[in-house]
């Protein structure tokens, strides 16, 4: 096991609890491993390292190879967005002296889960004048971390009636951000008086928000805020073979990915480390992989190598191209063992998780990679010494999930889906085996050297 590499993993979840966080962070790594922003280049030769951004949420790292990209490129491909909660544009308002933070729900969660756990606030806010102002809340020892209560089990007969999906509601996912002495019930008092009393909490609340950053409520129409966990990843388990953090899904790939990238060269192909956004609604948006965001990262180094730019060349690029799309997969639960087909299944510690298609079903929103180029992967892994599985998410009628496999096999690339298995998938504190984590590195690193 790499232990330096587990030590350096859970700083980056400790860390990089949103996308722009994340980026953040690569971009200091890339930069420390001789990467340059490609804003910065005019023409690009092999052995080149260059890096591209998108909107603070995405990233591309890139190393020109010694044969013409539009032979194809090998790239790494994960995203860096995890389930969570999301302020909304006109979050604050107090109710019977608690001041909430109105919020919605981004990704596939179980809302129960979020209830009475501590949370932290994480993300920017952009004044009119484009000052962009970071926040960060409930992370220190000596800060205030955020709850959404729950009611007691006494008082919860009616609730315990209902599923599990409906007990909890959306709109009822919000944050306390405050509270104060119940106001005087004098009659003596104006409407005025009252009124102020009324809105006690939520003022307190603002003072707090502007004296700390200076900003005022109607900047929460400018904001993006991002409600996660509060607190660092652990060693988990007496034997300290686990690692119980929030995020991940899919940043244990991420930065398994980032880490290979930056330690490998490139040989006759141009490698690529791609770290996108949106993946868990959908990978839409100019940060998803739906969009046409890698196409446009390829076009712009195709711009300044020596090639000469041409739709044809930006095409070819693409479908001679191997991906592995890093994503992670539902580690076997003994405890569930019936939504699994255990001999098709990911185990927790069992190495990296390939997976031929994803998809619900019948396959519905699969990419289902073919046998001749899972064989040459086969083939990496062995030479490399790396220890895989190959699995599917459950039984066939249980469920299922998808990846962003699909978005790049419509370039005609080669694609195979291959990730760390994840118990608790989705929770706000997941659990992931540190041999996989290992394993997850190695396999990139050999995957970056195919046809090298």
């Known amino acids: 096991m790499n232990e330096q590499l587990i030590v350096d993993y859970k700083n980056f979840l400790n860390n990089g609890k949103t996308e722009r966080e994340c980026v953040e962070q690569i971009v200091r790594m890339a930069q420390k491993n001789g990467y340059k922003d490609i804003s910065k280049i005019k023409k690009l030769k092999p052995g080149d390292k260059v890096y591209i951004t998108k909107m603070n949420k995405a990233i591309a790292l890139f190393e020109i190879g010694f044969e013409p990209i539009e032979k194809g490129m090998n790239i790494l491909c994960a995203h860096i967005d995890s389930p969570r909660l999301d302020a909304k544009q006109n979050p604050l308002y107090e109710k019977d002296c608690i001041t909430y933070m109105n919020t919605h729900y981004y990704g596939g969660i179980k809302k129960y889960q979020w209830t009475t756990i501590p949370l932290a606030i994480h993300g920017v806010v952009v004044k009119k004048d484009g000052k962009t102002v970071k926040v960060v809340i409930g992370e220190n020892q000596d800060e205030p971390v955020f709850c959404i209560s729950d009611i007691l089990p006494h008082l919860a007969q009616e609730q315990m009636k209902e599923k599990a999906s409906d007990f909890i509601k959306g709109e009822d996912l919000d944050v306390i951000m405050g509270s104060v002495s119940p106001a005087s019930k004098d009659d003596n008092l104006s409407k005025e008086e009252k009124k102020e009393l009324k809105e006690k909490s939520k003022k307190t609340v603002l003072a707090l928000l502007k004296e700390m950053y200076g900003i005022e409520e109607k900047d929460f129409e400018s904001a993006e805020l991002e409600i996660v966990p509060a607190g660092k990843a652990r060693d988990m388990g007496l034997d300290r073979s686990m690692i119980l953090g929030y995020g991940q899904d899919d940043r244990s790939c991420a930065y398994s990915s980032v880490a290979a990238m930056l330690e490998m060269r490139a040989g006759k192909r141009t490698t690529c480390c791609l770290c996108v956004d949106k993946e868990e609604i959908g990978s839409v948006g100019a940060t ?131 990730g760390v298995a994840v118990l608790s998938m989705h929770a706000p504190w997941e659990i992931t085996s540190k041999e996989d984590i290992s394993q997850m590195y190695e396999c990139c690193k050999a995957f970056l050297g195919l046809n090298s």
């Open 288 to 418: 998803g992989m739906a969009s046409n965001l890698f196409e446009n990262m390829t076009a712009e180094i195709i711009a300044l190598t020596d090639t000469q730019y041409s739709d044809l060349t930006l095409r070819r690029s693409l479908a001679n191209s191997n991906m592995l799309s890093s994503d992670v997969n539902a580690a076997y639960d003994p405890m569930n063992a019936g939504l699994y087909d255990k001999e098709n299944a990911s185990m927790l510690g069992g190495g990296v998780t390939f997976q031929k298609y994803t998809g619900s079903r019948g396959k519905s929103g699969a990419s289902d990679a073919n046998p001749e180029f899972i064989a040459k992967v086969r083939a990496a892994m062995y030479d490399a010494n790396v220890t895989y599985q190959m699995a599917e998410l459950g039984k066939v009628d249980q469920g299922g999930g998808g990846t962003i496999a699909y978005h790049a096999a419509k370039y005609g690339m080669n694609v195979l889906d291959g």
